[in-house]
């Protein structure tokens, strides 16, 4: 921790303090956050990709799978998150 006298009245130096302390902080990735608030609006096609899975699991063949759930689940969230996500970034 970095500690700095200063004139109580300088506000400019206060600000330019203020923005180099928050450049030190990582960044919060608010895809994470919004994917994790659209997640329970997806609900159906996370139900039918867990289904896909418990019917796959017998399959010996190893040809079957749930690609096409998985990427029908994760659309869901995409769409969800991408209005809210752009919002943020304008």
């Keep these: 921790m970095h500690f700095l006298l200063f004139r109580s009245d300088d506000v400019e ?3 330019c303090i203020s ?3 928050m450049a030190d902080e990582e ?9 994790d608030s659209c ?5 159906r ?7 896909c899975v418990k019917r796959v699991e017998a399959d010996e063949t190893g040809h079957k ?3 096409g759930q998985y990427f029908d689940y994760w659309h869901c969230v995409d769409k969800c998150v991408a209005p809210k996500l752009f ?3 304008k």
């Design 87 to 89: 919002e943020k970034l």
């Design 13 to 15: 130096f206060l600000d």
């Design 39 to 43: 997640k329970p609006k997806c609900v």
């Design 45 to 51: 096609a996370w139900l039918e990709y867990q289904g």
């Design 19 to 21: 923005q180099l302390l």
């Design 65 to 67: 799978h749930c690609t």
């Design 27 to 35: 960044p919060v990735d608010q895809k994470k956050y919004f994917e």
